[in-house]
């Protein structure tokens, strides 16, 4: 039990002396010291930073997924409940703007391990957008990597409003991300007109 | 070279197709003849920039130091300070060595007289196929300098700005009329980035024309609808194929 709680307090001191401070100049003394816990503590849990700031990276796109794919499955109707799961990600994000920063730019600089991890997280929303291939009249010709693209265009657009500063502004972003989430599975013409909706 | 003469002629390349312009508006070289260097220091400095790449490919450009590079290209410390001013500058060099050869072969697929979409599918082959002849600068360029911050990461900002408007040429002639967001030629090259990238980590650089029909599917979709797209797509596959044998 106490082991468990102080796991959890090091994760979130992770996240949130990384995102404050970059994760290069993060050393394990901040990390201990944020999370209260011994250096002896840490160790026994985890082998060095690097560790530690993977599984409290995973924790966090785990959270995120589940936000993500609990507003997609609310939903009826593939195009709809894109829009609900982009809704979910962007508010999500904007709700945060340090862990934002950290989960979708600031990841790319803390090392090849990390970078795998960035990647894995984004196929895990790949089932969401797999779905579109059976709503699509052409769902069968489309090409195999259309799901990873389109995760791409969303996650590129993301990423640039993050990086100019804009993380708290991401909700408004909804109608640009929808239509690159659809163009591929509808064309323009049909993700022009669910984007223009509401 | 750009001659600025008409007022909205920043705006033109679509229009007058002006790479060279273009190029010139985000101080890119065009082609790898601008680099040149003495000889002696152009061999060192080659291998100071390859073992930078290596080592920024292997473990990440933050845990890379000057002592890694200077190991694995075989040059004194002494002349890696002769050479740069520090590790940044090194790293910055060697973008803009991968940035001048990636113009390059956009400036060679460029031609007036070529439909915008043939133009879209031969520069996307010759950057794949330029990528995969060189995987350790391809994740450098790809994977490390996105995430340097710094002047690196405006290299790499400025070779992305030029292929979005070699995409926005589309707009020019699209086949149906509908809005757009403006965001429609950053989108698509995000998402031919992302998968391009998401290759190079699984380790399968050597084969990243294989590609090629994926990305120009997605990078011509918006503009000129699923059908023309899939065709597009279609020939960019014949071609890769014939080319391949």
């Given amino acids: 039990m106490v082991a468990r709680s102080q796991r959890e307090r090091l994760l979130s001191a992770a996240l949130d002396v990384v995102a404050e401070k970059g994760y290069g100049p993060t050393t394990v003394a901040d990390l201990t010291r944020e999370a209260g816990i011994s250096r002896t503590t840490f160790y026994e849990m985890f082998e060095d930073k690097e560790a530690c700031f993977l599984a409290a990276y995973d924790s966090a796109v785990d959270v995120l997924v589940r936000r993500i794919s609990a507003a997609f499955e609310a939903e009826d109707g593939w195009p709809a409940r894109v829009r609900a799961g982009l809704e979910a990600l962007l508010a999500s994000l904007a709700a945060d703007p340090p862990l934002a920063r950290l989960a979708l730019v600031d990841v790319g600089s803390a090392g090849p391990a990390a970078q795998r991890r960035y990647r894995a997280g984004l196929q895990r929303v790949t089932p969401f957008f797999d779905e579109g291939r059976d709503f699509a009249p052409d769902g069968r010709r489309l090409p195999a990597n259309v799901s990873r693209m389109a995760i791409g265009a969303v996650i590129g657009l993301v990423t640039d409003e993050i990086e100019a500063g804009r993380a708290d502004r991401l909700p408004d972003l909804l109608p640009e991300v929808l239509f690159a989430a659809l163009v591929p599975y509808l064309g323009p013409a049909a993700a022009a007109a669910e984007t223009g909706e509401e | ?245």
């Fill in chain 2, 1 to 245: 070279m750009p001659s600025a003469s008409s007022p909205d002629s920043s705006a033109s390349f679509a229009r007058t197709k002006d790479i060279g312009g273009l190029l010139e508006q985000e101080q890119l070289p065009a082609g790898r003849d601008a680099l040149l260097e003495p000889p002696v220091a152009h061999s060192q400095r080659e291998r100071l920039l390859v073992a930078m790449a290596q080592s920024a490919a292997d473990k990440g450009y933050g845990a890379t130091t000057i002592a890694d590079i200077c190991t694995a290209a075989g040059v004194s410390r002494a002349t890696f300070y002769e050479l740069f001013k520090d590790k940044e500058d090194c790293f910055h060099a060697a973008m803009e060595l991968s940035l001048a050869d990636a113009m390059g072969v956009i400036v060679a697929a460029y031609s007036p007289d070529k439909p915008w979409a043939a133009m879209v599918r031969d520069a996307t082959a010759g950057f794949l196929e330029l990528l995969a002849s060189r995987p350790t600068f391809a994740r450098m360029a790809l994977i490390e300098a996105p995430a340097s911050g710094g002047r690196s990461f405006q290299l790499y900002a400025s070779g992305k700005r030029v292929l979005q408007s070699l995409l926005e040429r589309g707009r020019d002639d699209p086949v149906e009329e509908e809005a757009i967001p403006s965001s429609v030629s950053r989108a698509a090259l995000s998402a031919a980035e992302s998968l391009i990238v998401g290759q190079i980590l699984s380790g399968n650089t050597t084969r990243l024309s294989e590609l090629l029909p994926d990305i120009v599917y997605i990078t011509t979709v918006p503009y000129l609808g699923q059908e023309e797209a899939l065709r597009q797509s279609r020939e960019a596959e014949k071609h890769r194929t014939v080319a391949d044998r």
